[in-house]
C-alpha cells in the first residue's frame, strides 16, 4: 500500500533563513508521482509540483528548489530566503495506479511558520 | 480562466441530518475528486468521478456517496451526520482519468455538525 511520511510536524524559521521539508514515500508501483501543495490559512489547497518516477532531476522554481532521489524513496522540498508568506502547511502527496486505485495518498503535512 | 468551485462555503448541521455538497471542476476537466480533511487526521481520499461514473472510493461507510453530472459537476452526500463528520471538505479536478494528472483544488466546504 501506499503511504507517505512528512516527519516534520512544525518548523520555525526566521524570515530569510533557507528550510527544507522533509518527504518519504512507500510504493509497489514503478511508474508514480510525487506532488507538493501549500495550504494557507485560506484554506486552498496550491499546486506547486508534480514529478514522476522516471525524471529525478531536481527542479528549481525562483526560491523553490525539490531533490528528489528514488534510492532513499524521499522528495524533499527547500525554500531559500524564506519569507513571511510562505508560512502555511505544506503536502507531499504520492499518485499511484496500484491496484486501480487512481487516488493521491497524502502525508500529514508540515506546518511551517516564518517569523519576520 | 475559472478554478474549481464549491458551495456552499460553511455549513452548519445537527446530527442525523443529510448534506449535500457541490462542486463544479475546471472547464475541460472531466475528473473530480472529494477529500476530507478533519483535525488531526489529514486529507483522506473520500471519492472519484470521471466521466459521470464513480471510479473508486477510499475507506468511508456507505452513506457517503455522491455523483456527476453530464457537465462534470459533482455533488458530494452525507447521510446521517456524526460529529465526526466536521471537516473540510475539498473537491478536486483535474484533466484526465488518473494518470498523475495535477489536481487542482477548490476552496473547500467546511461543515460543522453539532
Same mark, same amino acid.
Given at each position: ?8 510536524t512544525e ?36 499546486f ?14 525562483g526560491r523553490?528548489?525539490?531533490?528528489f ?22 503536502f507531499?502527496?504520492?499518485?499511484d495506479?496500484?491496484a ?17 | ?9 460553511h ?8 448534506v449535500t ?9 472531466t ?6 480533511? %478533519? =483535525?488531526? $487526521?489529514?486529507?483522506?481520499? #473520500? ?7 464513480? +471510479?473508486?472510493? &477510499? @475507506? ?14 459533482s455533488?458530494?452526500?452525507?447521510? %446521517? =451526520?456524526? $460529529?465526526?463528520?466536521?471537516? #473540510?471538505y ?6 484526465e +482519468?488518473?494518470? &498523475? @494528472? ?13
Amino acid at each position: 500500500a501506499q503511504k507517505v511520511t512528512q516527519a516534520q510536524t512544525e518548523i520555525s524559521v526566521v524570515e530569510k533563513e533557507d528550510v527544507t521539508l522533509d518527504c518519504v514515500y512507500e510504493t509497489r508501483d514503478t511508474t508514480y508521482y510525487l506532488f507538493w501543495y501549500k495550504q494557507p490559512p485560506s484554506g486552498e489547497l496550491v499546486f506547486l509540483i508534480r514529478r514522476n518516477s522516471f525524471d529525478e532531476q531536481n527542479e528549481i522554481s525562483g526560491r523553490y528548489s525539490w531533490n528528489f532521489q528514488k534510492s532513499t524513496s524521499s522528495f524533499n522540498f527547500t525554500i531559500t530566503a524564506s519569507q513571511v508568506v510562505d508560512s502555511a502547511v505544506y503536502f507531499c502527496a504520492l499518485f499511484d495506479s496500484g491496484a486501480g486505485s487512481y487516488q493521491l495518498t497524502f502525508g500529514k503535512g508540515t506546518k511551517l511558520s516564518v517569523i519576520p | 480562466e475559472a478554478g474549481v468551485t464549491q458551495s456552499p462555503t460553511h455549513l452548519i448541521k445537527t446530527r442525523g441530518q443529510q448534506v449535500t455538497l457541490r462542486c463544479s471542476p475546471i472547464s475541460g476537466h472531466t475528473s473530480v475528486y472529494w477529500y476530507q480533511q %478533519a =483535525l488531526g $487526521l489529514g486529507l483522506q481520499f #473520500l471519492l472519484w468521478y470521471d466521466e459521470g461514473e464513480e +471510479r473508486n472510493r &477510499g @475507506n468511508f461507510p456507505p452513506r457517503f456517496s455522491g455523483r456527476q453530472f453530464p457537465n462534470y459537476s459533482s455533488e458530494l452526500n452525507v447521510n %446521517a =451526520l456524526e $460529529l465526526e463528520d466536521s471537516a #473540510l471538505y475539498l473537491c478536486a479536478s483535474s484533466l484526465e +482519468r488518473g494518470g &498523475g @494528472n495535477e489536481q487542482f483544488f477548490g476552496p473547500g466546504t467546511r461543515l460543522t455538525v453539532l
